[in-house]
């Protein structure tokens, strides 16, 4: 069973900012956390609710609703950036 992807509008307005390169990687693991919202790599957030997922020297950090069948993506960045509030 597939999950739904929701992104929020912040996470739309940082993938603008995304260089091609890199843009599609992350955009194809974004749409493939609705088939496996913990995929090999990824690590449960201490200090905060959520999950992480690498790509290239991005993060897509999520949260899983497994009652609803829906993974959220909270925030999309840069490593360096994408952990301050």
């Known amino acids: ?32 956390l609705g088939q496996n919202p913990r995929p090999p790599g990824c690590i449960k957030l201490r200090g905060r609710e959520g999950w992480r997922i690498r790509v290239r020297d991005y993060r897509i950090i999520y949260e899983i609703d497994d009652r609803q069948r829906v993974v959220t993506v909270l925030h999309v960045g840069h490593r360096r950036e994408v952990y301050r509030q």
Do not use: F, N, T
């Open 1 to 32: 069973m597939s999950y739904a992807v929701a992104i929020l509008p912040r996470v739309q307005k940082a993938l603008a900012h995304i260089p091609p390169v890199a843009y599609e990687d992350v955009r194809d693991a974004m749409a493939a």
